[in-house]
């Protein structure tokens, strides 16, 4: 039988990676295929939704942070940095990633040439990272038990 160390951490954890799949992996080219949507549009939507959905991520980040705390956590495990890795790619995208591709789309929106940079690989890279920790760091949370 499975036991579930902290349930907001898992619940947390786990909504965290549906809203990032869902935005970053779906919801951001697939916008471009609809009809009548320009690239600016699409890049004006595109800002709209990562704003928030790095508030979103905030959100989880602290009350999984929030459970650990209440969990009174003595110690660190291995398996908790497969939490702090997604939260410090967390806290870069905030300060950096997020506000470079944000001025990008400003300056392509407002029809000022744009220089080609890898930013959105490296945001890719980084989404694809953060999910794979929290999937690790969720998965964690659960211990078996022997059945009696």
């Known amino acids: ?20 799949c869902a935005i ?3 919801e951001a080219w697939l916008k471009f295929k609809a009809p009548g949507i320009t690239v600016p549009l699409g890049l004006g939507i595109g800002r709209l939704v990562f704003g928030m959905l790095n508030k979103v991520e905030w959100v989880f980040a602290i009350a999984i942070l929030a459970g650990m705390f209440l969990d009174n956590l003595q110690q660190v495990s291995f398996k908790m940095l497969f939490f ?9 995208q905030t300060i950096w990633l997020l506000p ?13 040439p744009i220089v080609s940079s890898s930013y959105h690989l490296y945001f890719v890279a980084a989404e694809i990272l953060k999910v794979s920790c929290l999937l690790l760091f969720g998965i964690g949370q659960f211990r078996t038990t022997a059945r009696t």
């Open 1 to 20: 039988m499975a036991l579930v160390k902290s349930p907001l951490m898992v619940m947390c954890a786990f909504l965290w990676i549906g809203f990032v």
């Open 84 to 92: 702090f890795i997604p939260l410090a790619i967390l806290a870069v």
């Open 24 to 26: 970053s992996f779906m």
């Open 100 to 112: 470079t591709l944000d001025a990008q789309a400003a300056r392509y929106i407002s029809g000022k």
